[in-house]
């Protein structure tokens, strides 16, 4: 990465395909997410904020309870050091059922990571129950 912190659009994209990679795959371990993330990592999700520590417990809950996940963008747009994708995430969750969320989402970047994501979600598919897969809690 330059010096002056700015990325190419190829470093954003494979950046976020990364990020979703790993976030979507249930072997992810939490130390995995320090080289996509800054310490001081901040995400807002319809209405509520992560830190860092947060993002990995809502991380961990998402493991707990997804089987398999994937992430298909619709649209990237990057300054080098910020970013806005419309992106939908599918997933089976454990019982079988599938969820589809469309999401809107704003990056910033700092040192090659990720240090802020701000995102709407919209349930397509899925219960009730699974509105808040955006920002999940373990139990």
């Known amino acids: ?9 190829d470093e954003v994209h494979d950046l976020l395909r990364r990020m979703f990679a790993a976030f979507t795959d249930p072997a992810t371990k939490p130390e995995d997410f320090a080289e996509l993330l800054t310490p001081d990592y901040v995400q807002r999700v319809d209405g509520k904020e992560l830190d860092y520590a947060g993002f990995l417990h809502h991380s961990a809950a998402l493991q707990a309870s997804i089987a398999s996940g994937s992430v298909s963008f619709e649209h990237i747009v990057t300054d080098g050091a910020s970013a806005a994708t419309v992106h939908v995430a599918d997933a089976v969750k454990n019982n079988g059922e599938r969820i589809r969320l469309k999401v809107i989402a704003y990056y910033q970047f700092r040192g090659n990571r990720i240090s802020l994501i701000d995102e709407l979600t919209h ?3 899925g219960t ?3 509105r808040d897969l955006g920002s999940r809690m373990p139990d």
């Open 128 to 130: 009730e129950q699974d």
């Open 1 to 9: 990465m330059a010096t002056n912190d700015i990325m190419t659009q």
């Open 123 to 125: 349930l397509l598919e």
